[in-house]
């Protein structure tokens, strides 16, 4: 555990002046943050402006910060700075401008042979009061850092002047470390603490003097953001000043599917130790500060761990792979007759809002009282994770909120949605309907083909709920095609059947690969949308609707078009 010391005392807290104007940046700036995970400002040369904004609290508060804004994505005020991404071996370039109305400065903890420009500071180069520094060292070793001021720390770090700094392997995008720490570069996270106390930054906002004996925070943040607003997405609109969430997002591992662990890397960027529990699972901490845990020796001391202690300016990088205990499958490990769930009715919903998706396996819904609001889309599993001291599990001393996020456990196949309606758009329906597609079995949803010209049985199901944003969209039809006599499937000449989806930007069907002769002895046909995801699921007033056309054609005689399964499988947003 380590905890950093800063100058205490009674200082003069002075307002800052806010002003727009810097140098043009010359790192590389991603066109759109994901939605969820790390956000990469890449370097090696980064131009930073010292600068003034506000952030929201969920409480409805905002509060005065400073921060490092990058002037090389138009200076817009965020809070933390932007994550600076470089390479091992990199020669790195960090330019601050200051517009702040006193001297501000960047330390660089981990990082060897820094020069800096700028005036002479306690600690390094100082920018004055709308001037300028520079700053440059060789990125040595892999790892996770802190950037914070060197100037005036006490203040000047509570007040918002921090960042990270993530120094990749060279070559190896894929690894913290060595190639014992290779994860899943879809599943990086990072979760950088920190915290508020709203009358010291009210005392600045004035100009008023404040002590710093009396320093006592009332907002505890993970990447300048309090529960809920924590598991909201990257960049969301109404958060402008701070574009980093904190969801962690995951699926079980799986050795042939899902191997790779996710790589989560904490930053502490406050004055306080923080205790940080991952409810329900262990993660892996690998590193310290920048360093590989080893043994005297050189051996792998890293170890599982229910909670850890992230100190005063410390860093730490963990893996972690959630792996089912518990077998999450109800064909593999149904409930006992004798042991069945509970019901609902033995428990309590907390403001009729839940996370709980009704039923106690993975990927599945279960019943909920009318009256309660389920957050989960498709049975996907959450955790929280949050500080284990509980007033900082807190929005201005109001629970839940504050140093928290949620982990996100998703079904390993994806979310899987089935037809809630059937509209025969050629040929005419003989029976069943849209619930006979719901699993593949004896009951089908039969079409009769036209009787004249170039027969065709032309029909689509319809699927809601589905979330704007979600990806890897797939289609899975099973069916066959049959003589005009019922029972048995009459056998008939194979029906080229394609299966298409409608494209909601266009107004057009757009076809699923390749046309299928499909006769008696049935068929599978699976197939994604080309292109964005995004136009092929309904918004506005037919938001949350996808559409899945089957169209069996071409045959010189009448036929049966039978649906044994109709089914999407998708990624939720």
Partial sequence: ?????????????????????????????????????????????????????????????????WSYADAGAGGRF???????????GDTVTVNLHNDLS???????????????????GLLTGEAPAGGNASYTFVAAHPGTYLYESGSDQSKQVEMGLYGALVVRPAGHPDRAYDSASQFDPAREYLLLLSEIDPDLHHAVEKGDTYDFNKLRSRYFAINGRELPDTIQDNGVSWLPAQPYGALVRVKPY???????????????????????????????????????????????????????????????????????????????????????????????????NTWFSGSPYLGALGTLPTVVTRQGLCGEWYYPWHSH???????FDEGFGGMATLLRVDPPGGCTGYAMSTKI????????????????????????????????????????????????????YVGRNCGTTSGACPATAPVATAVSMWNWASNAWVQLGATTSVGPAGATITGAPPGAESDFIGTGADRGQVRVRVRASGSPTSFVAQGDLLLITYDAA
């Fill in 389 to 395: 001291a509980l007033n900082e599990f807190t929005n």
């Fill in 254 to 352: 799986d050795s042939a599917r899902n191997p790779l662990p996710a790589l989560i890397r904490m930053v502490n960027a406050g004055a306080l130790n923080h205790p940080f529990h991952p409810h329900g699972n262990h993660v892996r901490v690998i590193a310290h500060d920048g360093r590989l845990l080893r043994s005297p020796a050189g051996a792998d001391a890293s170890s599982e761990h229910f909670g850890d202690v992230i100190g005063s300016g410390q860093t730490a990088d963990m893996l972690f792979k959630w792996t089912d205990q518990d077998s999450w499958d109800a064909g593999s490990n149904p409930f006992p007759a004798d042991a069945a769930p509970p019901s609902y009715r033995n428990m309590t919903f907390i403001d009729d």
């Fill in 425 to 476: 758009l050629a040929g005419g329906q003989r029976s069943g309907d849209y619930t006979a597609l719901g699993a593949t079995d004896s009951q089908y949803l039969q079409v009769n083909s036209t009787t004249t010209g170039s027969r065709a049985a032309d029909w689509y199901g319809g699927f809601t709920g589905v979330s704007t944003g979600s990806t890897n969209l797939r289609v899975r």
């Fill in 1 to 65: 555990m380590t905890k950093r010391l800063r100058q205490l005392g009674l200082v003069a807290a002075v307002g800052a002046v806010a002003a727009v104007g810097a140098s043009p940046g010359a790192g590389a700036h991603q066109a759109g943050p994901p939605r969820i995970g790390m956000v990469c400002t890449t370097g090696p040369v980064f131009d930073l402006v010292a600068k003034t904004g506000h952030v929201e609290t969920p409480d409805g508060n905002s509060v005065l910060m």
């Fill in 102 to 120: 006193e001297p501000v400065s960047i330390v660089f903890p981990g990082q060897q042979g820094v020069t800096a420009t700028g005036s002479p």
């Fill in 78 to 88: 965020q809070s933390p700075g932007p994550v600076m991404c470089v390479s091992e």
